[in-house]
């Protein structure tokens, strides 16, 4: 069964930069979109950034420019690389795999979930 497991969260001051990996296995490369998501208490799960099974991104607003979301050739890990951070962005973060997701920012489209990364802008 598909598993994964994310790195790279930690504390970093405004405008700061950190880089996040998930680790993914187990999962058909070509039927499944991975995603970016993350919670900051008391808010709805919030979709960051997305790879279709066309290998399209997609990266929510408040975001782009600012966050990349990337994966590696043997399309095993993927990552977010994220600058400029803000306390706004402050939450955990979630890698997350679905299958043919018509809708990559939408956690609903999604089955598959890590545990979670801390991120904390201060």
């Known amino acids: 069964h598909v598993q994964l497991v994310e790195s790279g969260g930690g504390s970093v001051q405004t405008g700061g930069s950190l880089r996040l990996s998930c680790a993914a296995s187990?999962?058909?490369?070509?039927?499944?979109?991975l995603a970016w998501f993350r919670q900051a208490p008391g808010k709805a799960r919030e979709g960051v950034a997305g790879i279709g099974t066309n290998g399209v991104t997609t990266t929510t607003d408040s975001v782009k420019g600012r966050f990349t979301i990337s994966r590696d050739s043997a399309k095993t890990t993927l990552f977010l690389e994220m600058n400029s951070l803000k306390p706004d962005d402050s939450a955990t973060y979630y890698c997350?795999?679905?299958?043919?997701?018509?809708?990559?920012?939408?956690?609903?489209?999604?089955?598959?979930w890590g545990q979670g990364t801390q991120v904390t802008v201060s």
């Open positions: 997350a795999t679905g299958v043919y997701c018509a809708n990559v920012l939408s956690p609903s489209e999604y089955d598959t």
């Open positions: 187990g999962y058909h490369h070509s039927a499944y979109c």
